[in-house]
């Protein structure tokens, strides 16, 4: 997650992460456990609202995934 107005990262969570590196499944799964860590991120910073730019993606598979756990954990977009 970034702020775009000053340009800075906020919170970030990847498959490669250390306790997520060790995620078993498919990679639609696996992007569901990673929206889930960048959520659980951002509450606890602070952040409970976001805009999800999907970067000119279409909206299924791993794109739905993310945002689709990302949702279950508590974040709002």
Request: charged share 35%.
């Amino acid at each position: 997650m970034i702020d775009d107005n000053k340009g800075e990262t906020l919170v970030a969570a990847s498959s490669r992460d250390k306790e997520l590196s060790k995620a078993k499944g498919t990679k639609s799964e696996i992007a569901t456990e990673v929206g889930k860590a960048i959520a659980e991120r951002a509450i606890k910073a602070g952040i409970e609202n976001v805009a999800f730019d999907r970067g000119g993606n279409l909206y299924h598979g791993r794109v739905k995934s993310l945002a689709e756990g990302a949702r279950e954990a508590g974040l709002k977009f």
